[in-house]
């Protein structure tokens, strides 16, 4: 059974402690193994932002208004498993559940509220790219080939996110 | 306001997502070339400031001017950001920098218009 | 994606297709409710975005500190089949010396029964240390013996605050002069019943090992 699988379970939500306020139940999921597994599946990319993002999406189909949410715990999970990234995904999710001020999600916004404060204390990082000179690219014949050499020497990942700022 | 913990010109910088932890690439101090203009592919200005207590969900703006030697007027590139955590990073990237002469290259970093830091490159011709 | 209740009038998506997200129905009467399109589930920047708009808001009563300091706390929803056959499964596993005194509910938990009369959940460690500041709450030492109406507090060093009750009885020791055994009224969460229990007869204590108990008393 795949660890998204295992965290929706019965068995993982009866483990870990269903009937523990926020508090504890955060401090609980922060030393399960399946959080481990989880943030070491995550940084490989073997679990992807889109891979979640639909799994999530499948739990939330299952919220029906006036009821407690049955995946609750699970969304707790993964807020306290996403806490340590700074990827664009892992920030809106805690962020958007965080915000959330509805009955039926009652635990797993407190769980989100609690990452959020521990999130809050890493520095963010953002990007601008800026063209210093238009002449510069008019007038230098080999412009192609300074941009070839840019791209294959700055880290790709890092570059991607510039060009998208 | 936003106190200044590090302003640094570098070739490269990157941050890595899972860690957090930023990576500056070769610090531009000094360039040297034996033809004028020179265009630099990529500088980074990297700057992290630290939130003061009033500065929660404020907007601030951080300009880095860029002074070449020769130019009479210094380049501008502003950057806006808001103090949500305790401390902020800002990678500036100016990409196909021009020096057209010797001298001191000067970075300049502002925070709402005024000066903060400066970091000075020297340009030197190269000898043959 | 969830239940949205509505009249019978008829409805008319009037864009039922439109990207990225959009829900404007055709309205015959004052009710309003929406259409969404699987196509809204691709956004993920809109992820919680209907709940926001059709989850119920949290209520909340006024309760204050003896000093006149607010205390949040939430109203919680009654249990739903699912809290109920957890329930059972705690009880199953845990509860074997357990008495109960009422079914699960929903309303209020374990703090909200001790500090709120059942009224309300109070569900944040910082409130619970402020009741415990500003009601001038003073812990027992190791040889005062609690007494009905206290409070039993379980704590861990690593986790904070578990768990609290209120002591109802004490039972006499098991052997002559031994110390008498408090039993503990307890409200597991806000989706629980009320149990009377042993002191260390608590279904956290896989999870939690290393918990303390502490006994609290407003007493003079």
């Not at chain 1, 509220?113 to 690219?137: G, H, M, N, Q």
């Not at chain 1, 990942?157 to 998208?164: C, D, G, H, Q, T």
């Not at chain 2, 951080?62 to 806006?80: C, D, H, Q, V, W």
Request: glycine share 4%; net charge negative; charged share 25%.
């Amino acid at each position: 059974m795949g660890i998204l699988e295992r965290i929706e379970s019965e068995k993982f939500i009866f483990s870990v402690g269903f009937e523990l306020t926020p508090n504890a139940l955060y401090k609980v999921l922060l030393r399960t193994e399946e959080r481990a597994e989880l943030m070491t599946s995550y940084k490989a990319g073997i679990i992807t932002d889109t891979m979640l993002r639909c799994y999530i999406q499948r739990l939330l189909r299952g919220f029906k208004v006036g009821q407690r949410f049955t995946h609750d715990i699970t969304l707790s999970f993964l807020s306290v498993a996403l806490e340590p990234f700074s990827t664009r995904f892992a920030d809106e999710f805690i962020r958007d559940l965080s915000k959330l001020d509805v009955s039926e999600l009652s635990i797993s916004t407190k769980v989100a509220k609690l990452c959020l404060a521990k999130r809050d204390l890493l520095p963010k990082t953002e990007y601008r790219k800026f063209v210093f000179s238009t002449t510069a690219i008019d007038t230098y014949k080999e412009i192609d080939r300074i941009q070839e050499s840019v791209d294959k020497s700055y880290d790709r990942k890092n570059y991607s996110e510039l060009a998208a700022a | 306001m936003p106190k200044l913990e590090y302003f640094i010109v570098s070739e490269g910088a990157s941050t890595d997502i899972f860690t957090n932890r930023v990576s500056l690439f070769n610090v531009v101090e000094q360039i040297k070339s034996k033809d004028f203009p020179v265009v630099l592919p990529q500088v980074v200005a990297t700057t992290a400031w630290n939130k003061e207590a009033a500065d929660t969900d404020l907007d601030f703006q951080a300009s880095l001017r860029i002074y070449s030697p020769g130019e009479e007027r210094p380049k501008e590139f502003p950057i806006n950001f808001k103090m949500e955590r305790s401390r902020h990073r800002l990678h500036q990237t100016i990409i196909y920098l021009q020096v057209t002469q010797v001298g001191d290259l000067v970075f300049e970093i502002l925070l709402n218009g005024e000066h903060v830091a400066s970091h000075t490159v020297t340009v030197e011709k190269e000898e043959a | 994606m969830g239940e949205v209740r509505h009249a019978e009038t008829k409805l008319i998506a009037t864009e039922p297709t439109a990207k990225p997200y959009v829900f404007r129905v055709g309205l015959y009467n004052n009710d309003f409710c929406f259409i969404i399109t699987s196509d809204m589930l691709n956004y993920y920047s809109f992820m919680f975005e209907f709940i926001k708009l059709i989850g119920s808001p949290k209520r909340e009563l006024l309760l204050d500190t003896r000093q006149g300091n607010p205390i949040k706390n939430e109203i919680a929803l009654p249990p739903s089949d699912l809290s109920l056959e957890r329930e059972q499964l705690l009880f199953k596993r845990y509860g074997v010396r357990w008495q109960v005194r009422c079914q699960p509910s929903g309303i209020y938990n374990c703090a909200g029964h001790v500090w709120a009369s059942r009224r309300t959940a109070i569900y944040e460690e910082l409130e619970w240390t402020k009741i415990l500041t500003e009601d001038e709450y003073r812990k027992l030492n190791m040889t005062e013996i609690p007494k009905p109406g206290d409070l039993a507090l379980y704590h861990s060093e690593d986790v904070g605050f578990i768990h609290c009750g209120q002591v109802i009885s004490i039972e006499p020791g098991l052997t002559a002069g031994g110390s008498p055994i408090p039993k503990i009224l307890s409200k597991w969460d806000d989706a629980s019943g009320e149990y009377i229990h042993f002191a260390s007869d608590v279904p956290f204590k896989d999870k939690i090992p290393d918990f303390k108990l502490e006994y609290w008393t407003d007493r003079r």
